[in-house]
């Protein structure tokens, strides 16, 4: 399938191009911040794009929690050798033992905290500049505020309240040296447009995104995996269940929703129906009000 | 589906929120969870309602101060159109806010409360909407429960409005009657205003024929990046900002001023025929010329301005203000040049649309000034194109951004020709020394009695071969018959004698059309309309020549024919022999020409006669002539 010239999508796709574009042209050092999800792999796919017959000019950085999915990091390194990509990859278990950074404490803890350091860590041995990332901003609420070119200061931080103006098709990646930019390619996509572009496009998508029968415990209305890094609690137990991920997150927090949506048509017609966002699933963005955008003014991408 | 980008202002109570909010949850465009959230919220802060703004405010401060203080975009979409909605607040960041929602949209909302009619915040959105360019305008005039769904009060309320709009020019101007709260004309059809026989508002953003913004004419190509695998591949990666290009036609790169032909269109999928604005792809060219990110690719016979001083409205976004005699970075398209305001023209009250004198601009803002650039910029008029219509300025020192701005043009207005006029005199009409100017024998107003009509200044400009020459001959032979005092000036004639020692570099170009001017000022003062015919390819040099005769008294005429038709024609052999290399800087060919912004006078000559254009350009300055004289001082 192709897609006509002045569909909404070819827009997005266009305007992403040309923002991978600037980066490439007005930064030293950009990386590509590589998830596995699906907005990353479209992040990839997009690069490709922009600078076919040539290589993609940032090499990819993963922030491996040590809780990942084994189907996304398979993903993860075919995809890198099938691009001819760089990729380097922060650890957070790395963090842990080095003794920089804590174990978050209780049942199942998560790392999405403890990311932000090694992110920051990451991008500073690799001394990047840019680091581009797949969010967008019909994700979440402190999201929808940020600019394409999100600039961050000597420590990571994002100030909300001190964003460059963004107009027209202008960017300012100007900096001193130590800040950084993260810039934000699909910030216009949402996430209908994503499966919609996946489907034309025919992108290639790791498994956990189609239903299959997985072991999963309900807790506070989120459906775990089970995997080695979710303990169950003494009244729990796991029962078998056709499910799918809307999103790939951590296993200790992604949660998964029952559904039978095996091709991207299904996954399209049943995201066009369903009355929950996407990160309803993700326990991380339910401890606060504000917990994305506390996370992004330390650092978080 | 196509996409449609629109902004939303309106004031804290027009109930913009819960129009947005309306929007998203009619369409079915917010989910349980956020709504749950909210409404969690809203209990929590003990609002004893579900405050949508909650759903829009999405940082802690907002919340915290129960103020909007950024854009925030929102999404959504029907089977028709996708929509991005640019979600401005109404609060003291106002004019930044505003401008920076609508320089992506291309349709505006502005909210009116039915209760208090038009108010200045609804024509400060107005305003904002138009200097941005925004041509569709929907007033929605909402609280239509709290009138009693009056008829009479819509009516009034959209005259009002109108009448006030026919002075910004918006081309497409729709009310429509709405209550927000209830969901009256939003989404469904109101049972409550049976006189209403519009559409609703989400069928009017569903219809509205949008892109007619967009400049699909000039084909304009700022270069991005260039992609360099190997040494066999150089392509020059960027967006099409206007028009189209297609593989095997002639371009030319700007500043080098050097031509070739686009070779492909390459896309990752492959090469394609043609590219269309807004298309990201990479041109290869047929033959290796040096071009690089800030160079711009574009036909030959469709030029955009270049020029390093520049007209523009600029709105100031820093809380620092602008300081005199500083640097900033000037930024535009893909190029950027080190830049001063040179002068500050004036300030617009927003409030009033008064214009103001001012010193210098603080935050917020907004009003003309005119910027000098270190190096040239190729831009297009905002009016014409936004996307080499606009620009920003960046402090050097903290890197911020300071400034938007866009461009209306070369620096001449009414204020800066008297100041050119005063320059002109003063600083560069130079004169011997010891001479001293002892005024005019028999004074000007007298000959042009004698002669029965004014003395004028009809200045040819265009291509080599484009029939400057002969129409002027033409056009001088019908004025002469009617008993006018005449003079022809010709490129060729000067440069035997007079401009003999000149060659055809920029600078002796200058001087050339400098002396002419000075010539023709001499004829000018005897009752002469001078006609004078040259190249005069520099627009800068065309106004030193115009700031020498008084406004109304120089009348540009642009020989507007296409530079192919030119070469075919090619009288003089002089294309030929540029392309052959044999002549170095030919206008069109390997030096640039810059087309007229607002010529007094602009006519085509291909398929036409010389007598049928001569006559239409003697018609055009006859009113001149014959009333200047019995009105000049």
């Known amino acids: ?301 | 589906m196509d996409l449609l980008r629109f902004t939303t202002a309106g004031s804290v109570d027009d109930g913009k929120s819960t129009l947005i909010g309306r929007l998203l949850h009619d369409t079915k465009s917010i989910f349980e969870d956020q709504l749950e959230a909210v409404e969690d919220a809203s209990n929590r802060r003990g609002e004893g309602y579900v405050n949508l703004a909650l759903l829009t405010d999405g940082l802690r401060a907002e919340r915290e101060q129960n103020i909007t203080i950024d854009v925030a975009y929102r999404y959504f979409a029907t089977p028709r159109r996708k929509f991005i909605i640019a979600d401005t607040p109404g609060h003291v960041q106002y004019t930044r806010n505003m401008v920076t929602g609508a320089s992506t949209a291309e349709l505006a909302i502005v909210l009116i409360d039915a209760r208090n009619g038009v108010l200045t915040q609804s024509k400060r959105h107005g305003f904002i909407a138009s200097l941005l360019g925004i041509t569709h305008v929907l007033v929605a005039i909402n609280k239509m429960d709290l009138v009693d769904w009056s008829q009479e009060v819509f009516d009034r309320i959209t005259e009002d409005y109108a009448e006030f709009a026919q002075k910004l020019g918006v081309e497409d101007l729709t009310f429509i009657p709405i209550s927000a709260l209830k969901g009256d004309n939003v989404v469904d059809e109101s049972e409550n205003m049976p006189w209403y026989h519009g559409s609703t508002l989400l069928h009017h953003l569903d219809h509205v024929n949008v892109g007619s913004h967009r400049n699909l004419v000039d084909f304009r190509f700022p270069v991005q990046y260039v992609i360099r695998p190997d040494q066999d591949y150089r392509g020059y990666a960027g967006r099409v900002a206007s028009g189209t290009i297609r593989s095997g036609e002639e371009i030319m790169v700007l500043p080098s001023g050097q031509r070739t032909s686009i070779k492909s269109v390459d896309t990752f999928d492959g090469p394609v025929e043609e590219a269309l604005t807004g298309d990201s792809v990479a041109l290869t060219t047929a033959d290796e010329l040096d071009i690089s990110r800030g160079d711009m690719i574009v036909r030959p016979l469709n030029l955009p301005v270049v020029a390093t001083e520049i007209d523009a409205m600029l709105c100031w976004m820093s809380d620092e203000p602008m300081k005199g005699g500083t640097q900033y970075w000037f930024r535009q398209t893909t190029r950027e040049a080190k830049a001063f305001i040179s002068r500050v023209v004036y300030k617009i009250d927003v409030d009033t649309l008064h214009r103001e004198d001012v010193e210098a601009f603080g935050f917020n803002d907004i009003g003309r000034v005119q910027i000098q650039t270190a190096a040239p910029i190729f831009f297009d008029r905002y009016e014409m194109n936004r996307e080499t219509g606009s620009f920003i300025l960046i402090d050097p020192h903290t890197n911020n951004t300071v400034a938007v701005g866009m461009i209306r043009g070369t620096v001449r207005s009414a204020e800066k020709l008297a100041e050119q006029l005063h320059e002109a005199t003063t600083v560069e009409r130079k004169a011997s020394p010891d001479v001293v100017w002892e005024g005019w024998n028999v004074p000007l107003k007298v000959r042009e009695e004698k002669n029965g009509h004014a003395a004028a200044v009809v200045w040819f400009t265009g291509l080599s071969g484009s029939g400057k020459s002969s129409i002027a001959r033409e056009l001088e032979q019908m004025l002469f018959a009617e008993g006018c005092q005449t003079m022809l000036l010709d490129g060729d004639q000067v440069r035997h004698g007079l401009n003999g020692d000149l060659g055809f570099s920029p600078d002796a170009r200058k001087e050339n059309i400098r002396r002419v001017g000075e010539v023709a000022n001499l004829f000018y003062l005897q009752g002469n309309i001078v006609i004078c015919t040259f190249v005069s390819p520099f627009q800068m040099d065309r106004e030193r020549a115009r700031a020498l005769f008084p406004e109304g008294r120089f009348i540009e005429v642009f020989v507007d024919t296409p530079l192919e038709e030119c070469e075919r024609r090619d009288s003089k052999g002089l294309y030929a022999k540029a392309r052959k290399g044999e002549i170095e800087q030919m206008t069109g060919i390997s030096s640039p020409y810059e087309v007229p912004e607002n010529p007094e006078i602009r006519v085509e000559t291909v398929g036409r006669e010389v007598t049928e254009v001569a006559d239409e350009i003697r018609l055009a300055i006859h009113e001149v002539v014959r009333r200047g004289g019995a009105a000049h001082p």
């Open chain 1, 1 to 301: 399938m192709t897609l006509p010239a002045r569909s909404h999508l070819r827009q997005l796709e266009s305007e992403s191009i040309f923002l991978m574009r600037e980066v490439a042209a007005q930064f030293e050092r950009p990386v590509l911040l590589f998830s596995g999800g699906k907005d990353s792999i479209l992040m990839v796919h997009l690069a490709q794009k922009a600078f076919a017959p040539a290589k993609i000019p940032f090499s990819l950085v993963h922030v491996d929690t040590g809780h990942n999915f084994p189907e996304t990091l398979e993903f993860r390194d075919r995809l890198v050798q099938q691009v001819g990509a760089t990729l380097h990859v922060g650890s957070v278990q790395a963090s842990i033992d080095s003794g920089k950074q804590k174990e978050e404490e209780g049942l199942n803890p998560s790392r999405n905290r403890l990311q932000i350091l090694t992110l920051l860590e990451t991008l500073d041995e690799l001394k990047a500049d840019a680091a581009l990332g797949g969010g967008r901003r019909d994700e979440e609420k402190a999201r929808a505020k940020e600019r394409f070119f999100s600039h961050r200061d000597r420590f990571g931080q994002w100030d909300p309240k001190n964003q460059r103006p963004e107009l027209w098709n202008i960017f300012n990646g100007r900096k001193v040296m130590g800040e950084h930019f993260r810039v934000f390619p699909l910030s216009n996509w949402t996430e209908m447009d994503v499966w919609q572009y996946i489907a034309a496009e025919e992108v290639d998508i790791p498994s956990l995104y189609f239903s299959h029968r997985r072991k999963v415990v309900e807790r506070d209305g989120v459906l775990l995996a089970e995997s080695e890094f979710n303990q169950l609690e003494d009244d729990e137990a796991w029962t078998e269940k056709t499910v799918r991920f809307r999103t790939i997150g951590d296993a200790s927090c992604t949660g998964a929703t029952e559904s039978t949506a095996s091709t991207l048509d299904e996954i399209i017609a049943e995201v066009s129906a369903t009355r929950v966002t996407e990160r309803g699933g993700r326990h991380d963005d339910k401890q606060s009000e504000a917990a994305m955008e506390d996370r992004k003014k330390q650092g978080y991408f």
